[in-house]
């Protein structure tokens, strides 16, 4: 079964810095491409970024270019994300989410509130 | 950016009845490889993460109730639910995995009327 388990959420001031991080389980990891989505409060699903199985590609939003780093650890099977510069719009439950052909499967998420 | 357009908003149908769901892409999303189209929809209950229903825009996922069907192609789809049931309340997204950035329907709540 496959288990993602988002960690390192919490209240930030604008302008800070938080770094999230996911730990995988039930599936082969190093063969996943793994992305992060957001969701604010109240609102829809937004894609933030992507990494290919061995970190060599990484594409992001518009809105998060510049400020956000996506990173994978496959030896400890982690994925993380480096959240820089962060602003009220970044409020939202961030998703570790397992990517594929076939669908993808989501984390329980960890919320992330930037605030002062 | 591809836009995916579901309609509508909410949604109300009396237990047992069928719901209908649809979503519009701004463009083709067909995978030109196998000729399938590459969209996923989602189900979320309050308070819990998006699960997979329907991928490949027509194959529902295992352990998903036959009662889920998906369908359309190009920019047209449809998600049915064919006798709504109680635990089906939830809001459904769509969403495209044809290139990034990866874009998601706004949604549809599902209620019980």
């Known amino acids: 079964e496959v288990q993602l388990v988002e960690s390192g959420g919490g209240l930030v001031q604008p302008g800070g810095s938080l770094r999230l991080s996911c730990a995988a389980s039930?599936?082969?990891?190093?063969?996943?491409?793994m992305h992060w989505v957001r969701q604010a409060p109240g609102k829809g699903l937004v894609w933030v970024s992507l990494i290919n199985t061995d970190g060599s590609t990484t594409i992001y939003a518009d809105s998060v270019k510049g400020r956000f780093t996506i990173s994978r650890d496959n030896a400890k099977n982690t994925l993380s994300l480096q959240m820089n510069s962060l602003r009220a719009e970044d409020t939202a439950v961030y998703y570790c989410v397992r990517g594929g052909t076939d669908g993808w499967y989501w984390g329980q998420g960890t919320l992330v509130t930037v605030s002062s | 950016d591809i836009v995916m357009t579901q309609s509508p908003d909410s949604l109300a149908v009396s237990l047992g009845e069928r719901a209908t769901i649809n979503c519009k892409s701004s463009q083709s999303i067909l995978n030109s490889s196998n000729n399938k189209n590459k969209l996923a929809w989602y189900q979320q209950k309050p308070g819990q993460p998006p699960k997979l229903v329907i991928y490949w825009a027509s194959t529902r996922e295992s352990g998903v109730p036959d009662r889920f069907s998906g369908s359309g192609s190009g920019t047209d789809f449809t998600l049915t639910i064919s006798s709504l049931q109680a635990e089906d309340v939830a809001v459904y997204y769509c969403q495209h995995y044809y290139r990034t950035p990866y874009t998601f329907g706004q949604g549809t709540k599902l209620e019980i009327k």
């Open positions: 039930g599936f082969t990891f190093s063969n996943s491409w």
